[in-house]
């Protein structure tokens, strides 16, 4: 699922290339607003 | 995102990105499909559903965490006591002392509180954006 929905784990490293219609940063950005409004710091 | 900024911050699109992804937690409809029919006016359908996506994502790893009740590792308390003491993390409603029958009492990693026992996260995350004020979750 998370392949699908996020990145395959050699796309994580891979800060070389964009596999989505949005950028990497764009990406991490989501993901760390999303993880703060959860409250999740791990 | 805990802290002040202005604008995108130097990632384009942040401020449009970061209001869908508020309000795709958020359970507001009205709010929400106005972030939707925003985002894909600015990037696009396929950037509007690959966004949904990691919304998704980290919001189910965060269930996954609150369902197992895992709590931070031990081997990071320590070092990362002073960056939660920085951020405020430890103010957050999840580090009330408690009991988890597997593990035992700790801060834990993950927790979604009730939007009335918010007030000490939402004051940090207000502090977010200038132009992105508390979003639909706000109290």
Redesign the interface.
């Known amino acids: 699922?998370?392949e699908?929905?996020?990145l395959a784990r050699h796309e994580m490293r891979d800060f070389g290339n964009e596999f989505?219609?949005?950028?990497n940063?764009?990406?991490e950005?989501?993901?760390?607003?999303?993880?703060?409004?959860?409250?999740?710091?791990? | 995102?805990?802290g002040g900024a202005d604008g995108d911050g130097g990632?384009?699109?942040?401020e449009i990105?970061?209001r869908f992804?508020?309000a795709a937690?958020g359970d507001d409809a009205d709010v929400l499909a106005a972030a939707r029919m925003e985002l894909v006016g600015a990037?696009?359908d396929?950037?509007m559903?690959?966004?949904s996506?990691?919304?998704?994502?980290?919001?189910?790893?965060?269930r996954v965490?609150d369902a197992t009740g895992i709590p931070?590792d031990a081997a990071r308390v320590a070092p990362t006591a002073g960056l939660?003491g920085q951020l405020g993390?430890d103010s957050?409603p999840?580090n009330a002392p408690r009991k988890n029958p597997r593990f035992g009492e700790g801060f834990f990693?993950?927790?979604?509180?009730p939007e009335n026992q918010a007030s000490s996260?939402f004051r940090l995350?207000s502090k977010?954006s200038s132009s992105q004020p508390n979003g639909p979750?706000a109290p």
């Open positions: 699922m998370v699908a929905q996020y989505r219609a949005i950028t940063t764009q990406i950005f989501i993901a760390g607003r999303v993880s703060s409004l959860n409250q999740c710091v791990y | 995102m805990i990632i384009p699109h942040s990105l970061g992804a508020e937690i990037l696009g396929a950037a559903v690959d966004t996506a990691i919304v998704a994502t980290f919001t189910a790893i965060d965490a931070i939660r993390i957050f999840s990693v993950c927790r979604k509180i996260f995350s977010a979750l």
